[in-house]
């Protein structure tokens, strides 16, 4: 089993830096995933971190580090589309190569 | 990239009748297939992995006999909530087991309502 944590919710500013963290425990890592999810719709992929490190795609960077169990996802020049969920999922080689998510936190963006 | 579609969008059922969900792989083959439940404000919980040719692999707590999965051929996977109740109403999605570096990719949901 495992256990992935992180903020339940969070505010920012249009225009503003926001820096989700993930905090994970499991057995058979095999990679960390950060996806945005808008309600009612399917998760969309940001990220993916497999070895220690900060990974850099556009406005959207996700940092990694497997000994601490610690991963954040890092949205620069907050646009009100912005506001979503943010799952942080933890592929688990002993689950089949699965996707175990946390629940999410909601980023609500404000003018 | 691979494309996963997912049918029906949204579906109402009466109580005590089954509903089947669909998820096909339109440019590729999935031998396997993860099925997640999400409530409301939750997230996505895993329910099975559906493997092609074999039986799926069900996660504690969720019951084989009443969520039945059938993965029959390379590209469809299917999940059918048997005897419905109001405790089933949630919103199912599938995703593929592809995709090393740029995530499995989803199918769009169904959102399911038992009345």
């Known amino acids: 089993g495992q256990n992935i944590d992180q903020p339940t919710e969070m505010t920012a500013t249009e225009g503003a830096i926001v820096q989700i963290n993930c905090t994970y425990q499991t057995s058979g890592f095999n990679g960390l995933f950060w996806y945005q999810q808008h309600a009612g719709e399917a998760p969309t992929f940001l990220s993916y971190?497999?070895?220690?490190g900060l990974e850099e795609k556009g406005r959207f960077s996700s940092f990694l580090s497997r000994s601490k169990g610690y991963s954040y996802l890092l949205l620069k020049e907050l646009q009100m589309k912005d506001s979503a969920s943010y799952l942080c999922?933890?592929?688990?080689?002993?689950?089949?190569?699965?996707?175990?998510f946390g629940k999410g936190t909601s980023l609500l963006v404000t003018p | 990239g691979a494309v996963v579609s997912q049918h029906p969008s949204w579906v109402i059922c009466k109580s005590g009748t089954s509903v089947k969900i669909e998820c096909r792989s339109l440019d590729f083959q999935a031998t396997t297939m993860f099925w997640y439940r999400q409530f409301p404000k939750q997230s996505l919980m895993l329910m099975a992995t559906s493997n092609e040719g074999s039986k799926a692999t069900y996660e504690q707590g969720v019951e084989k006999d009443k969520f039945l999965i059938n993965h029959a051929s390379l590209t469809l996977s299917t999940l059918t909530v048997t005897s419905a109740h109001p405790e089933d109403s949630s919103f199912y999605i599938c995703?593929?087991?592809?995709?090393?570096?740029?995530?499995?990719?989803f199918g769009s949901g169904t959102r399911l309502t038992v009345v």
């Open positions: 971190n497999v070895l220690d």
């Open positions: 999922a933890v592929r688990d080689q002993d689950s089949g190569y699965a996707l175990n």
């Open positions: 995703s593929d087991k592809a995709g090393q570096s740029y995530g499995y990719t």
